[in-house]
T-cell receptor, first 117, second 112 residues
Framework: KAGVTQTPRYLIKTRGQQVTLSCSPI?????VSWYQQTPGQGLQFLFE???????NKGNFPGRFSGRQFSNSRSEMNVSTLELGDSALYLC????????????????FGSGTQLSVL | AQSVTQLGSHVSVSEGALVLLRCNYS??????LFWYVQYPNQGLQLLLK??????LVKGINGFEAEFKKSETSFHLTKPSAHMSDAAEYFC??????????FGKGTKLSVKP
């Protein structure tokens, strides 16, 4: 069974640009969550999608948005990039059958390393 | 509000020695607690989790953790460290937004 796939693996952008990251969950998983990982702030929750709807959201500005498609693949978009957006962005998938499925196992992808210059 | 504190950003042990990684949590509701491991350039992998029931939880790769409500702790241990255990370890607790709240992580080094 293929794992969680995130593309691209590395990305370099400049301030003010926008970026789209992609996450393909494990087949059969309907929940996709996104996390930002930085050395200073650690791992922080961005949002979670289930059946094409945002089900939960963290405390990030509106420049961070996402969506989920009918095949459960998810994209995350960051507009008007700032230097502080440089981070490893991780997505995780799960079956999503029980609320945010914290009683289910989360499977993480290897992440997209975004550098903003 | 929920929070997690991991004591020690870096821990170094010798191969074969006991591994002890400390985690204390704060939660206003009965917590679900997790330990994840992250190897270089990889995502997070679940080691073990506590939801309800037995307070001593056994995970993969010989790791275990004990939930101590009175101490609000969930320390991770392994009796004998192996070189392949070198990685970053994250403790996490369930958040009110249906998410995981992670500690800052502890990097484990294993000396030969």
């Amino acid at each position: 069974k293929a794992g969680v796939t995130q593309t691209p693996r590395y990305l370099i952008k400049t301030r003010g640009q926008q970026v789209t990251l992609s996450c393909s969950p494990i087949s059969g998983h309907r929940s996709v969550s996104w996390y930002q990982q930085t050395p200073g702030q650690g791992l922080q929750f961005l949002f979670e999608y289930f059946s094409e709807t945002q089900r939960n959201k963290g405390n990030f500005p509106g420049r961070f948005s996402g969506r989920q498609f009918s095949n459960s693949r998810s994209e995350m978009n960051v507009s008007t990039l700032e230097l502080g957006d440089s981070a490893l962005y991780l997505c995780a998938s799960s079956l999503g059958l029980s609320g945010l499925s914290l009683n289910e196992k989360l499977f993480f992808g290897s992440g997209t390393q975004l550098s903003v210059l | 509000a929920q929070s997690v504190t991991q004591l020690g950003s870096h821990v170094s042990v010798s191969e074969g020695a006991l591994v002890l990684l400390r985690c204390n949590y704060s939660s206003s509701v009965p917590p679900y607690l997790f330990w994840y491991v992250q190897y270089p350039n990889q995502g997070l992998q679940l080691l073990l989790k506590y939801t309800t029931g037995a307070t001593l939880v056994k995970g993969i790769n010989g790791f275990e953790a004990e939930f101590k409500k009175s101490e609000t702790s969930f320390h991770l241990t392994k009796p004998s460290a192996h070189m392949s255990d070198a990685a970053e370890y994250f403790c996490a607790v369930t958040g009110s937004q249906g998410n995981l709240i992670f500690g800052k992580g502890t990097k484990l080094s294993v000396k030969p």
